[in-house]
Nanobody, 115 residues
Framework: QVQLVESGGGSVQPGESLTLSCAAPESIFANLAMAWYRQGAGKPRELVASISRGGSTNTADSVRGRFTISRDNAKSRVYLSMNSLKPEDTAIYYC?????????WGQGTQVTVSS
């Protein structure tokens, strides 16, 4: 089991920013591709952004230009910087990785965007 621990969620107003952080095991982090997913109430879980071991990124159309995924191998952390937040970004955000063919998830962190 790969332990992933998210932090940084909260409640903000539309247009504001948040940065999520996910800590992963130091011993293997550099070899992991990482991703952020989210799940809104009554909606399926969706991929928000991913980053390869080498730092190549992909971002969902719905957040492109507003969200940025990054990683710091020295700190064994992956980040999701979220700008210009909208009410439709409200969801539980999950950190994810695949290791030896299995998906591993963090516990999730709630992001609420509301005026």
């Amino acid at each position: 089991q790969v332990q992933l621990v998210e932090s940084g969620g909260g409640s903000v107003q539309p247009g504001e920013s948040l940065t999520l952080s996910c800590a992963a095991p130091e011993s293997i982090f550099a070899n992991l591709a990482m991703a952020w997913y989210r799940q809104g109430a009554g909606k399926p879980r969706e991929l928000v952004a991913s980053i390869s071991r080498g730092g190549s990124t992909n971002t969902a159309d719905s957040v492109r230009g507003r969200f940025t995924i990054s990683r710091d191998n020295a700190k064994s952390r992956v980040y999701l910087s979220m700008n210009s937040l909208k009410p439709e970004d409200t969801a539980i955000y999950y950190c994810n990785t695949r290791y030896y063919g299995s998906n591993h998830w963090g516990q999730g962190t709630q992001v609420t965007v509301s005026s």
